[in-house]
């Protein structure tokens, strides 16, 4: 076993093996409206602003948020498609950051991303067969009869049959391009997978295939996975743990149970009260709160970052002025707010069962 | 009480008088035609709306939910073609109109919010352009002072921040939120009786999507404004809709009052339906029950029901598998009105008022 080194960056007090991923303080900036022929400056956005936590082996994590809040950049932080503008990704003990080219390149089979957009994503003009082959062809892997036999292997696991392989992708439904992209995924036996938004472009019946699948591999292949998504059934349905990102900042972490039944932040609260209820008796009796604004509005210097909407803060000097912590109000439970847990009996009255 | 089942043709309101429509739609069918073959995307689908009712359709992509939209409102465009059915606004049949007749019914009587408002914006016109467009198209006595100050008075309703600056912006300096209102503001600019609404919060965010619902729930509460909500989205129908039409394969496959349908799905596509998604007010056990399959392919529409080989009940029946089930009226429980097309909606019916027997 690797590095034993405990850290506090990622937030888990707990007494738990080395998590397979660790992310600490992680930052990334990008230039907007910027032009060197014209020597313009431009903007910083700070994308991702300080983002910590980890992942153990075997286990979802999941970064929820709006567009914009920085989820899937972090993922690209992860597998080094972007290179961070500070922090540190460290992958089974090792830190990425310093990786050459090609040990990174090594490293990456072990790492492995699924995209949202199963008609972007594969090339139209390759078979599955030869789609599913290719990571094996880019990283040398067996030789040609192995290959092959693995494919099959792989595409069976995802529920494609061999004849099926030789199809192109504009032959395939939605939810079977996207078993096709996790087939190549997989097919290099990776222990880490982020899946970015999987399911989003899916419809509810065949969303409900692809999670169950997502599902059954993970424990098949003691898979750890990094579940981007902004769907929260859906990531309710799915995660163990989560961080509820807000303009590329962590609000609020922990544990599903605890997300979901006692948000400690007003923003995780507004997001659980905005999510319509498929249940027309459980909606009339809801309490909605409406969030003022949008996330796209511009970050007003000092102060907590969602005070501008906060449906408590908005009016407090102190959100005003202070930027709160990301600390933990309860063992295992982050939240970035100076009145933790002050929103949650105006959201969910029925749900706040004391344990 | 009675608990008889009754067969009959779409057709039944599920309120008692029937000519207080401001909408009516029978039968309709549209198809799309390529050397591939016909889809035939809507097939035979009725719909009534009263003043002030909301509506929802819901289904998934390929159901026929948007071709039905573009199809009540003469907008379905080559390879598309509307080759059958009456659509009866307030009282008379646009589906006979030509283009010329129909531009003037659109937008006024009748109009539609899209999905996506980037695409339904012109990029080179001021929002203020666009709205005015098309307030002085129906209301040309206005002027032009007029339907400028209309237009302002329009964005303010939709909440739209500093109206009286930002009606001269061009829609990319709007958030996508933003846009949104534009368009409905566009919509409901003359007043219309009906709004149609087209995954009108699919392409927004969360708290975005909650911020633009309220406010088309208050807009049309004021005006008393019809709308018919398409979505994919069973918890904005829970949240919106008095009465639901489930589509699956172009097909009404059951209607019903909201609360009834929710409380008792008859189709067994509409239970499966509910039971695949994940639910944010229930913490989910064991895997999700998931619809095996994939929707048929419209072009070679086989015999029987459309649902049969991804159906729990009745996969593998033979009435299921060559007979195509009428629409049945089920009676005795909840509001009353409901309708499904299954060949098992009976037993179903009955299935329910037993439990609810038990359970009272």
Known sequence: MSSTESTQAAGNGHDEPAPLLRVEGLKKDFISGGSRMLGRAGNVVHAVDDVSFS??????????????????TVARCIL????????????????????????????????????????????????????????????????????SNRVIETLELVGVTEQQARRKPHEFSGGQRQRIALARALILQPDLVILDEPVSALDVSIQAQVLNLLRELQERLNLTYVFIVHDLAVAEYFCDRLAVLYLGAVMELTDRERLFRAPLHPYTGALLSAVPVPDPAVEREREHVVLAGEVSDELAT?????????????????????????????????????????????????????? | MSTSVAEHGQGAGLSPEHGGHVLRVAGLQSEFRSRRGTVKAVRAVSLELEPGQRVGIVGESGSGKSAFALSVLGLLEPPGYVVGGEVILNGRNIAELDDRQ????????????????????????????????????????????????????LLRDVEVPAAGRRIDDYPHQYSGGMRQRVMIAIALANQPNVLIADEPTTALDVTTQAQVLTLLDRLVTERGTAVILITHNLGIVAQFCDVVYVMYAGRVVERAATADLFAHPVHPYTEALLRAVPRPDQLAQGPLPSIPGAPPNLAEVAPGCSFESRCPLGRGHKLCRTEVPVSTAAIGFGSGGATAECHFAKERVAEYLDGDATTA
């Open chain 1, 80 to 147: 080094r498609l972007l290179e961070p503008t500070a922090g540190r990704i460290v992958f089974d003990g090792v830190d990425i950051g310093p990786l050459a080219a090609d040990e990174m390149r090594r490293l990456r089979r072990r790492m492995q991303i699924v995209f949202q957009d199963p008609f972007g994503s594969l090339n139209p003009r390759m078979n599955v067969e030869a789609i599913v082959k290719e990571p094996l062809v880019i990283h040398r892997i067996g030789e040609q009869h192995e290959r």
């Open chain 1, 55 to 72: 992942v153990a082996r075997g286990e979802t994590f999941g970064l929820v948020g709006e567009s914009g809040c920085g989820k899937s």
């Open chain 1, 302 to 355: 000092g102060g907590c970052r969602f005070k501008a909407r906060c449906p408590i803060g908005r009016d407090r000097d102190i959100c005003g002025e202070e930027e709160p912590a990301l600390i933990a109000h309860e063992s295992g439970h982050l939240a970035a707010c100076h009145f933790p847990g002050e929103l949650h009996w105006l959201v969910e009255p029925s749900a706040s069962e004391e344990s």
């Open chain 2, 102 to 153: 129909m531009q003037t019914v659109r937008g006024k009587e009748i109009s539609i919010v899209f999905q996506d408002p980037m695409s339904a914006l012109n990029p080179v016109k001021t929002i203020g352009q666009q709205i005015t467009e098309t307030i002085r198209k129906h209301q040309p006595q206005l002027g032009k002072k007029g339907a400028r100050a209309a237009a302002i008075e």
